[in-house]
């Protein structure tokens, strides 16, 4: 019999080689049993890996079931960043349910998670995805600025990145 760390390496391997369903089963494998040891962070943490699995399958209604209560588990823990993890695991799965104002809610949750703790790429990388629904669902003017917030949290901006705040602060100083 496997230990939970064992499928959960075999969940990682079967997600890099692209064989998704088969990672989704490793890693709700390993949740069963790390939540059988009481250890329900981990728990947590492979259920949260399953959800990404089940998103990059397809099934996004079992992405979101899978990461639902994840954050709570993570909060209590007072892990910020796997809580962030996981809002941001539940709002990219009801971006692909096509639930965007709920999914927009969620980015931003994450968002404010990371800027807790100072994960300045994660909080950008979330930010964007937030701007890019609302870009898509015609909300222009706030996704404009939620995407040029994104820049703002960036630890390690690009270069195109910098000419574009470069010029954004040209804007705010008219």
């Known amino acids: 019999m496997s230990t939970p760390s064992q499928l959960d390496a ?49 099934q996004a209604d079992e992405a979101l ?32 349910l096509s639930r965007y104002d709920e999914a927009i809610q969620k980015y931003e949750q994450s968002a404010e998670l990371f800027a807790q703790i100072n994960e300045g790429d994660l909080r950008a990388m979330v930010i964007k995805s937030a701007a890019a629904i609302k870009l898509k669902t015609g909300k222009i003017t706030d996704s404009a600025f939620k995407m040029m917030g994104s820049l703002e949290a960036k630890d390690n901006p690009t270069f195109f990145e910098r000419i574009l705040k470069f010029f954004y602060a040209l804007y705010q100083i008219r």
């Open 65 to 96: 079931e899978a990461t639902l209560g994840t954050d709570e588990i993570f909060a209590n823990a007072k892990d910020i960043k796997r809580q962030a993890m996981a809002v941001g695991n539940q709002a990219a799965a009801l971006e692909a």
């Open 10 to 58: 075999q969940g990682k391997q079967a997600f890099t080689e692209k064989k998704f369903q088969n990672a989704v089963d490793y890693f709700k494998q390993a949740a069963d049993l790390y939540q059988a040891e009481s250890n329900s962070l981990q728990a947590a943490e492979m259920m949260n890996n399953a959800s990404v699995a089940l998103l990059q399958a397809g």
